[in-house]
């Protein structure tokens, strides 16, 4: 079975202080993995994927198989960061469907 | 390209009834995943129709159910509503390729009285 487990559901900081969002997955295989975010009023869309290994608004994700982890970093929040996150996993073969975590909301104060 | 398009954008129905919601993908598209969303339970997959054959299924009861047509748009349908099955209802539509990357509609909310 493939499960995400994303263990906070909120996340309050500074504007500029650095943000971490965490994400630890299961899955018996090699899956990919994805963080997507929904701003208020905004369908959900892709953020980032891991086998992009790209910065996309200056976050970025890094893939740790030993701890099955793919935790969501921004070294300097900004207000418009203010969301709801949520790392899904994609399995592969039957199992190819999106499973996602149960989100976190980002709220950045100025 | 439009988005993913999805209708109605609210519903409200009673407990017994049945409803139909459709979901138009991105032109090209020929997968269409739908997911229920609730607070309590976050996203959930429900199904996956690619090239009108459903080719994922979730843990949902058979209650729940879908088809896709020759263009590519999907309808999903719930029949005997369950007050439990009001729920914000995302359809996402890709090429169905293995490194592909799922579009979200806006989704249906759909109250349950």
């Known amino acids: 079975a493939q499960r995400v487990t994303q263990p906070e559901k909120l996340l309050s900081v500074f504007k500029g202080a650095p943000v971490e969002l965490k994400c630890n997955y299961s899955?018996?295989?090699?899956?990919?993995l994805f963080w997507y975010v929904q701003y208020s009023r905004q369908r959900l869309q892709l953020l980032l994927r891991h086998i992009s290994r790209e910065s996309i608004k200056g976050f970025t994700a890094d893939l740790n198989k030993g701890e099955t982890s793919f935790h969501l970093k921004k070294p300097f929040a900004q207000e418009e960061d203010s969301a709801m996150y949520y790392c899904a996993l994609k399995g592969t073969g039957a199992n190819s469907k999106l499973t996602f975590g149960k989100g976190i909301t980002l709220s950045v104060r100025p | 390209k439009a988005g993913v398009t999805q209708t109605p954008r609210y519903l409200i129905k009673t407990r017994g009834q049945q409803v139909t919601l459709s979901c138009s993908p991105i032109s090209g598209h020929r997968s269409v995943s739908w997911y229920q969303q609730t607070p309590g339970q976050g996203l959930q997959f429900l199904f996956e129709?690619?090239?009108?054959?459903?080719?994922n299924k979730g843990n949902f009861p058979g209650r729940f159910s879908g088809r896709q047509f020759s263009n590519s748009r999907s309808e999903m349908n719930v029949s005997t509503l369950e007050l439990g099955d009001s729920a914000l209802y995302l359809c996402a539509s890709s090429t169905g390729t293995d490194l592909d990357t799922q579009y979200f509609g806006p989704g249906t909310r759909l109250t349950v009285l």
């Open positions: 899955y018996s295989g090699s899956p990919e």
């Open positions: 129709y690619f090239s009108e054959t459903q080719r």
